[in-house]
T-cell receptor, first 114, second 109 residues
Framework: KAGVTQTPRYLIKTRGQQVTLSCSPISGHRSVSWYQQTPGQGLQFLFEYFSETQRNKGNFPGRFSGRQFSNSRSEMNVSTLELGDSALYLC?????????????FGEGSRLTVL | AQRVTQPEKLLSVFKGAPVELKCNYSYSGSPELFWYVQYSRQRLQLLLRHISRESIKGFTADLNKGETSFHLKKPFAQEEDSAMYYCALKGAGSYQLTFGKGTKLSVIP
């Protein structure tokens, strides 16, 4: 079974731009979560989707948004990028309808904002 | 609010010595607790969960509700145990994990 796939793996943007990150979950997994990882704050929850519905959102500004498609693939978007958005963005999928617990993580998309 | 605290950023032990990675949590209800591990150049992956009460790669962790702790233990450290370890909590009815900031375990040969 293929693991969680995230694209792009690395990207560089400038302040004010927007970015879209993509995540393909493990086949059969309907829950997809996103986490932001930074050296200072560690892993912080962004949002979780199940069957195209956002069930939970973390404490992030409205510039951070996401969606899930009918094939369970997910995208997250960050608009009006700020320097502080530089981070590793991790996507995780779960077979559990509870949406968390055993999460299978991707390798991440490393975003650098200049 | 829920919180997970891992007091040690870095823990160095000699090969063959016992290991204990500390995790304390703050949560008003009955949580589910997990340990995730990230080996060098690998993805973050689940090591064990308290409801399974199993030993994985020689590691065990017991949920102590009185002390609100979920420490990870191994009697004899191996070099391949060197990795970043994260403790995580899932609240009842929640769809997210709250992670601690991680402890880097270094096993000295």
């Amino acid at each position: 079974k293929a693991g969680v796939t995230q694209t792009p793996r690395y990207l560089i943007k400038t302040r004010g731009q927007q970015v879209t990150l993509s995540c393909s979950p493990i086949s059969g997994h309907r829950s997809v979560s996103w986490y932001q990882q930074t050296p200072g704050q560690g892993l912080q929850f962004l949002f979780e989707y199940f069957s195209e519905t956002q069930r939970n959102k973390g404490n992030f500004p409205g510039r951070f948004s996401g969606r899930q498609f009918s094939n369970s693939r997910s995208e997250m978007n960050v608009s009006t990028l700020e320097l502080g958005d530089s981070a590793l963005y991790l996507c995780a999928s779960s077979a559990s309808t509870g949406g968390a617990g055993e999460l299978f993580f991707g390798e991440g998309s490393r975003l650098t904002v200049l | 609010a829920q919180r997970v605290t891992q007091p040690e950023k870095l823990l160095s032990v000699f090969k063959g010595a016992p290991v204990e990675l500390k995790c304390n949590y703050s949560y008003s209800g009955s949580p589910e607790l997990f340990w995730y591990v990230q080996y060098s150049r690998q993805r973050l992956q689940l090591l064990l969960r308290h409801i399974s009460r199993e030993s994985i790669k020689g590691f065990t962790a017991d949920l102590n509700k009185g002390e609100t702790s979920f420490h990870l233990k191994k009697p004899f450290a191996q070099e391949e145990d060197s990795a970043m370890y994260y403790c995580a909590l899932k609240g009842a009815g929640s769809y997210q994990l709250t992670f601690g900031k991680g402890t880097k375990l270094s096993v000295i040969p």
